[in-house]
């Protein structure tokens, strides 16, 4: 057949109605030879169509490289109109491409396109000028991939982040929280675009060491975002804090952060605090905000680098054998979840002994209730479903049952209990209040 034939027949296969993957298989081997002829014909719409037939059948490799060599043969060539308009259609297919193969998949299970994912979004940018219809949202490719490529990679390019996330107008972007039923049929509720775009960018920031740029992007997202998931009021105040610390503003840093921990006892932002009093050479001060960080009833293994940042603390103060048991314990977390354990922790351990978690919180607490004072009280009134009660000792104090170390289904009103207190806020009345924290039964004090 002629080329006008072979073109006569695909046309009949895949332009009139919707043609069905038979009729794509049997139009490819006539698309492909019309493609090898390109060098004599020059008929850009050959090519579409047979890296078009492609895609449908799923060849994404196959079509994409096509398209690829296309495009970078004559994105910097003046096209005739004729030619520009195939081109377009080419460019917007690679931009499809690009999306079912490198975004749509970025959730699967061994993803094998980390590394190249985020050449694949800027080159996704040039494709579109952001001004084509009929094509992928960019800002949905950039914050899908984004998203999930944080959580499964370990190393981030912050630099080619940035550049995508900044490529984003956050004006257009939905501020709506998104909805889904989970598969147990409960209704979720997920961050809008807005919200993670701001996250994201704070992120990428703060890791890429551009401090005041952070902070502008921070406050920006706390006075524009009317709704806030996974706490992310709370983080973003902390970057704040952090790039504050970063440029040499810790006073700041401390300030900002002790108001946040009296309406978010989150236990980083304590860490946070002793961190940076730690920096200002006060040992004391920083060991009672670590050890409060270290008081509270998440997972142990998030706390890693506290637990081992206690006993360089408990070092620099003298106490060299409470020192060591926090080591031993760090690098005893590490080992049972397959971690490495870096040298310069091995090199901090003189002594070798087991360190039951029991044991090493109960210390926590005692040096916690020697550098700041404990009260007793009796408990005088408990909650329903044991949220929390109040605990009468020189004046009454609101407690939540999450404070309490001990056996939560023995307390009763009339208990002895130890506890220290803290600033606190009654999100009920919108006043700044005190709380008990760091609970236990009084007999354990003995």
Known sequence: MTYLEIRNTTKRLLREGAPSLQQYEEALPLCKELYEAFPETHELWDVHQYANCLKKLNK?????????????????????????????????????????????????PNYQYSGIVLDKLILLDELLNQNESHAPSFSYCVLNVLNQLS?????????????????????????????????AGKARELSSQKEDFYKLKSDFLIKNKQYEE?????????????SFHYSNEVWF??????????????????????????????????????????????????????LRAACTKDPEKMKVSLIE???????????????????????QIRLNNDWSVQDRLNRKIT????VAFKEIRKNWIHKLYQLVGSKQGK?????????????????????????????????????????????????????ETEEAM???????QK
Not at 165 to 182: F, G, Q
Not at 310 to 328: C, H, P, T, Y
């Open 438 to 444: 760091v609970i236990t039964p009084f007999k354990s």
């Open 237 to 290: 105040s902390r970057k704040i804090a952090i790039a504050l610390g970063a440029l040499g503003n810790i006073e700041d840093a401390i300030k900002k952060l002790e108001k946040l921990i009296v309406v978010s006892d989150k236990w980083f932002l304590l860490y946070e605090i002793g961190k940076f009093y730690s920096q200002l050479n006060q040992p004391k001060t920083a060991l009672v905000y670590m």
């Open 214 to 226: 952070c902070i502008i992007c921070c406050n920006e997202a706390i006075e524009t975002l009317e």
């Open 351 to 354: 002594d070798e002994r087991d």
């Open 151 to 183: 959580k499964i990679s370990e190393s981030v390019d912050y630099g080619k982040s940035l550049f995508l996330i900044n490529k984003i107008n956050p004006s257009l972007l939905s501020s709506e929280p998104r909805h889904y039923t989970d598969p």
């Open 60 to 108: 994404l490799d196959e079509a994409e490289l096509i398209c690829e060599n296309i495009y970078s043969e004559f994105k910097d060539k003046d096209l005739s109109q004729e030619s520009d308009r195939p081109f377009s259609y080419i460019k917007n297919l690679l931009a499809w491409i690009i999306s079912d193969k490198y975004v749509k998949t970025i959730r699967q």
């Open 309 to 331: 940042s206690i006993g360089d603390l408990l070092n620099e103060l003298g106490d060299k054998s409470f020192a060591q048991d926090n080591f031993l314990f760090a690098r």
């Open 379 to 431: 408990v005088n009134k408990l909650f329903p479903n044991k949220i929390g009660g109040f605990i009468q000792a020189d004046k009454s104090y609101y407690f939540q049952f999450k404070n309490f170390f001990g056996k939560s289904d023995l307390l009763k009103v009339g208990d002895t209990v130890s506890f220290i207190v803290v600033a606190s806020f009654d999100r009920k009345r919108q006043i």
